[in-house]
């Protein structure tokens, strides 16, 4: 069995290795291989390389580790949902360090006290994600709301009017999203929305 230790912070600023010698320390009653995952992303984020490169790494009856539910995600309901199914996909154990209950899955078998566990444990993480979703939206309405009161305006990115006059142009020559999105070097969902404004 391999632990996979997952540690994330948000931006490079933060430190995403803080917790990892206590999760180090803490696999040490886990028998097993230790393999160490440290990312600079959100938490809003379902698309993430590093929790992507641990879920296509990982195998079935292995532990992701995480020192707190947060650290793992801070998505939306119907996000998460998406996050829990590929973690269940690949077998893995979920144990959160600051969630006592799960670590009693590292142990548990497939009776019914694990089965019971495991309930609990969905229900609790569950919880703990919504909090730390709706701690996120609120941090962002507070910033929001201090910005205003201070007067501050951002300017915002100024649209490149050359690059949507040739995306138009482009479109009007019959050429696919996907050759304009090319030979103007935006995404395609850019390609969309520049025309969808300009109709």
Known sequence: MTIRIYVRASTKDQDAERALDDLKKFSTSIHGVTVEYIENESGTKLNRPILNKLLGEAENGDTLLVESVDRLSRLKQDEFEILKG??????????????PTTH????????????????????????????????????????????????????????????????????????????????????????????????
Request: proline share 1%; hydrophobic share 35%.
């Open 86 to 99: 590929r973690i269940k996909e690949k077998g893995l154990k979920l144990v959160v360090a600051d969630l």
């Open 104 to 199: 009693m899955l590292i142990s548990s078998d497939d009776t019914i006290t694990g089965s019971i566990l495991n309930l609990i444990n969905n229900m609790l993480i569950d919880l703990l994600a919504t909090m730390a979703r709706l701690d996120n939206d609120k941090r962002r309405e507070r910033i929001k709301q201090g910005l205003e009161r201070s007067g501050y305006k951002p300017s915002g990115k100024k649209a490149d009017t050359i690059k949507h006059s040739r995306i138009k142009e482009l479109d009007s020559k019959g050429l696919t999203k996907e050759e304009i999105a090319k030979a103007v070097g935006y995404g395609v969902a850019t390609v969309y929305r520049v025309l969808k404004d300009a109709k």
